[in-house]
Structures are given as structure tokens and as C-alpha cells.
């Protein structure tokens, strides 16, 4: 089922789906892709973790579990906990999510809007006894009509962190573009570290621009599909990271958060819109 919140200038719709972002028009003109032919989605949530793990799954406490490509939550139904300032989306742990990710734990993802932003916060609790292992993040794509207009610019010089041909970190790194122009293709998912709380992308012809804010953001995933003046990027703030090659225990993973029993963690992104 799908909710809608607007204002005078703003109105985003959300799906229970997955808690999923669906669109965000503002001033009558919808920023974010729509699900067309080659990705079906607009802006999938990521939880528990984002990115790939290798094999498709992850070893806990000596147990191996399964792990779909970020995460199981954009798969999940959840249930609409609120619609009159904000959109509320609740989910919590079952039977189902148990076989994938022991633990118990309850995800709400609140929407609101501004006069020009979007704001997602994400709040997740801890309701089980022992320590719990999470990532998260949204995976956003925002329409681009002609990409060689199109620009996107870091408060600082960030760093790539590079990936194999399995889509796993291979350890190696180097700067990154602080400015970076949108080739006609990018072949592979392009992860960058260290660039400061904020993304601006932006086209200086038409002064349409969408700025990308995080509280505690570790990277910034950059994707578009590999087809010749494709307009759709897809910009993916993650608290989290892939897998690399020589896999660990996933409480041993230096990008994983941990979350003490009965706690609450929260984290709050915006898309400020021109």
C-alpha cells in the first residue's frame, strides 16, 4: 500500500513494500526514477546490511547465514505506524527474518518533508540479550535526462574504495574526484570514503540539484547502469560497506556497527531539492 505527504511545494509517496520511497516531486517535477525497465525500484532500504557479503551470506558466532545482496528489508512488508506529519514504517523480527539474521530487533523509518527537503530517519532497537551486528543506508535513484549535464561534488576529496569483479572490496584505494563528471557508462558500482557529510548533485544548465546529507555517513555508493546515456544514477549513502575478498566473522567486520542489547540506534538522511 502506498502513503503520500505533501505540502505546497513538495510531495513524496512511500510503499509499505519494503518501506520504500516511491516519489519525491517537487514543484511538479518528480526527482526520483520510477521503476522502469532496467531497475525496478526507486529507492530501496538497506538493512541489516548494505552491500554484498560474500557468497551471499555471513558467518555469526560459528553459524553461517544467509544474506540477499543489502539486505532482506527491501523485500519485507511493514506496517504504517503513522501518515499525519510523517510517514512511519515499522519492522520488526519473525520467523522469517530469524533464519537469515538471529536476532530481535525492531526498524522504523520515519518521512517528513520541509518546504525543500525530505528527511528519512532511521531508528533501529535492539530488543534481544546479546550484542547485535547491523549496516544500513537507502539506495536512491534520481532521474538525470542527459548525464553529461550532470555533476557531483563533495565538501572534500574523497577516496575510492575499489571493487573486483565479484563486487567485493579488493583493500585497494586512491582519491577520488572531488568534482566528478558522469561518463556516458559506468561499468561497475563505484564506492568513495572520507567526503564529508554531504553529495551535491547538480546541473548547472538548468540549476536542478538534489544535496545528499548524512549525520554519520562511512560511504557513498555511486551506480548507474551500463547503458549509453541512461538517465538514472543512483547516489547510496551506507552506514556499512561490502564484503572484501579474505572474508571475516561479521562481528569482526571494521565497517559493522554493533548495537548493545536494549538500545536504541538512530540516524537521520536528507535530499534537499532545487
Known sequence: ????????????????????????????????????????SSSPVLFP?????KNFC???????????????????????????????FELCDDKKTQTMYPFAFCLRIAYSIGTDTVFAAFSLENK????????WGLH??????????????????????????DMLLTGEERPFARLYRFDETLEHTRIVKDYGKSAFLYNGGTGRSVTIQSTDP??????????????????????????R????????NPYVRILTPHT???????????
Open 140 to 165: 536512491p535513484g534520481f532521474i538525470i535526462e542527459e548525464p553529461s549535464d550532470w555533476q557531483l561534488r563533495f565538501d572534500k576529496t574523497p577516496a575510492e574504495c575499489f571493487l573486483g569483479p
Open 58 to 88: 555471513y558467518d555469526y558466532c560459528g553459524k553461517t547465514y544467509p544474506m540477499p545482496l543489502n539486505g532482506f528489508a527491501k523485500d519485507m512488508p511493514f506496517r504504517c505506524i503513522g501518515g499525519e506529519s510523517e510517514l512511519v
Open 128 to 135: 534481544d540479550e546479546k550484542p547485535m551486528p547491523y549496516m
Open 1 to 40: 500500500m502506498d502513503y503520500v505527504l505533501n505540502n505546497k511545494d513538495l510531495l513524496i509517496r512511500a510503499s509499505s513494500y519494503g518501506a520504500e520511497l516511491k516519489s519525491i516531486a517537487f514543484r511538479g517535477r518528480e526527482y526520483l526514477w520510477q521503476g522502469e525497465k532496467p531497475w525496478a
Open 49 to 53: 546490511f548494505a552491500g554484498r557479503r
Open 245 to 252: 575478498k579474505e572474508c571475516m566473522p561479521i562481528m569482526q
Open 218 to 243: 562511512d560511504v557513498l555508493a555511486i551506480w548507474r547502469p551500463p547503458i549509453d546515456h541512461f538517465p538514472l544514477v543512483s547516489l547510496e549513502p551506507w552506514c556499512g560497506i561490502s564484503d
Open 264 to 274: 536504541t540506534a538512530k540516524t537521520v538522511w536528507t535530499f534537499k531539492l532545487t
